[in-house]
């Protein structure tokens, strides 16, 4: 079964400051897609960017980026040059079987600090 | 503009009574799902459809029902049944057969059982 693995409950960084948020995925399919989410306090889950496991290159919109590295079944977001909205609760997912089904992690809530 | 509509967005039941939280989208996306979210945890797929008048369980399907009349629309009912449904509830959508197939969110509804 497919499994996502965020092993960050909290993270904390400075206004300005790039930050990591760690995803770790288990899957046997050959084919799927990664997601990240964000989700403010508001509730609603925001989209932020997208891997495909064909894809070579790192996804990037924006400030965001994936660093997808497949033999590690990893695929870690990066937050660069960080602002105080970007506190909020942030969550990896996968899709497998062509379905739209999406599985989530846990979660990493980030905190940025002016 | 297009988007996902979720009604109530606060619900409070008595035990024992059933409730229908309402989901409608006017994106003409095919597919539509039902979330759970529970307080720090990720979101938990209920219930899918990828076309009218067909639908399919999720991970914690049980004590839920759903119906898929129309495609802009898809309720879901947590019935006496379910035996903790007190939890935050997100629908989604999606276009079927796009790669990405990259999620929609609704703003969420918040069942609170006294």
């Known amino acids: 079964a497919q499994k996502i693995t965020q092993t960050q409950p909290g993270m904390f960084v400075q206004e300005k400051e790039a930050v990591t948020l760690d995803c770790t995925y288990d899957?046997?399919?050959?084919?799927?897609?990664l997601f990240w989410y964000k989700q403010p306090s508001s509730g609603e889950m925001i989209f932020l960017i997208y891997?495909?496991?064909?894809?070579?290159q790192n996804a990037t919109e924006g400030r965001y980026s994936l660093n997808f590295q497949k033999a590690r079944k990893s695929a870690n977001l990066v937050i660069s040059a960080s602002q105080l909205g970007d506190s909020a609760m942030y969550f990896c997912?996968?899709?497998?079987?062509?379905?739209?089904?999406?599985?989530f992690g846990q979660g990493t809530e980030l905190s940025v600090k002016p | 503009d297009g988007g996902i509509t979720q009604s109530p967005k606060y619900l409070f039941r008595k035990e024992g009574q059933n409730v229908t939280l309402s989901c409608e989208q006017n994106?003409?996306?095919?597919?539509m799902y039902w979330y759970r979210q529970d307080p720090g945890q990720g979101l938990r797929l209920i219930y899918y459809?990828?076309?009218?008048?067909?639908?399919q369980k999720g991970d914690i399907a049980e004590g839920y029902s759903v119906s898929r009349e129309k495609k802009e629309s898809f309720p879901l009912t947590v019935t006496s049944a379910q035996k903790n449904p007190t939890a935050f509830y997100l629908c989604?959508?999606?276009?079927?057969?796009?790669?990405?197939?990259?999620?929609?969110f609704g703003a969420g509804s918040r069942l609170t059982v006294l």
């Open positions: 994106l003409n996306h095919d597919a």
């Open positions: 997912a996968s899709i497998y079987n062509q379905g739209g089904k999406l599985i």
């Open positions: 899957t046997s399919d050959q084919s799927y897609g």
């Open positions: 989604a959508s999606s276009i079927m057969g796009n790669g990405a197939n990259v999620l929609t």
């Open positions: 459809s990828q076309i009218v008048n067909d639908f």
């Open positions: 891997q495909g496991s064909y894809d070579e």
